[in-house]
């Protein structure tokens, strides 16, 4: 794969396809070869709107084949992509295109066409409207602006390099036998970078593409039998818990349209139920890890695979541990340069460190086969009055196994020596089980240092990692509202101090 060889790559590929299915079902196909002739057409009224190489082409709109065609015709005219995420307010278009440098904004309905650098994802630019202070990159390698928010729901600007990207596809190809043969079904924002990847992937080696909103992933997956997917765990939990209360008389495999070759996960932390429920099935759902700053750092592959492990490392020689534990990468090609903005907040300096590493912000350590296991995140880290510091998602292993406990979120409280949780039961009306996760979370605590024990609990009917209110752009869980939730509770007399109300 090599991102300057891709147009003369997909122009040729005259089979294979890329389906476009919009929220209320509505059905959009072209090739390959049908792609490359709209985007060197967009590439053409870039040019003639007076994009020249190094200017920015901003895209703000929903998953579609123009959303692609868009972005490949920057990639032929020397043009770079800044990707807005959805919910990107644009209330202002000529301001914001000019406070964004950019020479074209290609955005959907919910920005208003007021001014001429405002271009619908079907329409056409008219000529030499680019204003004259269009930023120019001439950054080497760099192809393409992201925003990234992680875990802290904060947007963070990536500078995307071409070579990161030409590694990262290279590795996925080699380490999952990807042919023209596979079909691979996405369902997250094409403003998500990773999605672009596997854009970029499929059109690299001529297999079929699927673009299906999330809204009506679950007919998309079973009508279009992919052979493959990559999504967070929540995609996953709704999918077990669908196919469960379906009561069909299929497999799981048949629910995922009876061709699925692998699933991979990441983006968050997975239940281990979870993905036992898949292996359970003879559905191969592999855990992966890696970061837009990074690329991969770590996969779990048919080949070499544990459960309970982000899986083996990609590059042994490019990752090593600080003394506390977390990872750090160091690694010729990594997918990101650096952070270009970082929503007004001080951007985190010592992650690109002068030395050309780069720190995860993720504890994790090597088990003697080699598998990574991962801790938790540095910021996640809750420091008691005590002065000791505990990962949450450690202390919540010790409380997975709880029969009738769906999920369970450990967080600060206002007392500062002990931890609060927030339990979620897999039958929220039934006072009984709730008692008996109680007495349950108590003897456990018994077995625990004192600084690990779970002492004020709050019971919630609804799965916290499952709910908008919760999650991230990148659908990860927020931690920090989860701690709002469980003050707001407790403030309430909902719950604490390890009482059920």
Known sequence: MNLHELSDRYVDHKDARVVEIDVSGGRREMTHSALHALATDRAGQLTAAGVRPGHLIGIKAGNSLDWLAWDLAALAAGALVKAFPDSTEVADPGGFVARHGLALLIADESVP???????????????????????????????????????????????????????????????????????????????????????????????????????????????????????????????????????????????????????????????????????????????????????????????????????????????????????????????????????????????????????TGDYGHLDEDGYLTLIGRKKDVIALGSGRKVHPAEVENEFVSVEGLREIIVVPTSQSARLGAILTPTDPDDAALRAGIRARVEEINTSLPAHRRVMSLVFCDRPLRADPAFLTGNLKLSRARAAEYFATEVSAGRGADGEVR
């Not at 593409?209 to 765990?233: C, D, M, N």
């Not at 907040?345 to 002068?354: I, K, L, T, V, Y």
């Open 113 to 359: 066409t007021t001014v001429p650098t405002v271009v619908r994802p079907d329409s056409a630019p008219g000529v030499d409207v680019v204003p004259a202070g269009a930023e120019v990159c001439d950054r080497e390698d760099v192809h393409s602006l992201v925003y990234s928010s992680g875990t802290s729901g904060r947007l963070k600007g990536l500078e995307i390099s071409g070579s990161g990207t030409d590694y990262v596809i290279n590795r996925f190809i080699d380490g999952f036998e990807v042919t023209d043969a596979d079909r691979h079904l996405i369902f997250l924002p094409l403003s998500n970078y990773q999605q672009r990847l596997s854009v970029y992937c499929c059109l690299w080696l001529g297999a079929d593409l699927v673009l299906a909103p999330y809204q009506r992933v679950f007919q998309a997956v079973r009508k279009e039998r992919p052979t493959f997917l990559i999504g967070p765990p929540v995609f996953y939990d709704t999918a077990l818990q669908l196919h469960a209360a379906s009561r069909a008389d299929g497999t799981l495999g048949d629910f995922f349209g009876g061709r699925v070759r692998f699933l991979i996960t990441g983006m968050a932390p997975i239940r281990r139920e979870t993905l036992s429920g898949y292996w359970d099935q003879d559905m191969r759902l592999f855990e992966a890890y890696g970061l837009t700053e990074t690329g991969m750092i770590a996969w779990n592959t048919p080949d070499a695979h544990r459960l309970g492990s982000v899986g083996k490392l990609i590059d042994p020689e490019a990752v090593t541990f600080l003394q506390d534990g977390e990872v750090v990468i160091d690694r010729p090609a990594p997918l990101s340069r650096g952070y270009f903005e970082t929503d007004g907040a001080a951007p985190p300096e010592d992650c690109f460190r002068p030395d050309g590493s780069i720190l």
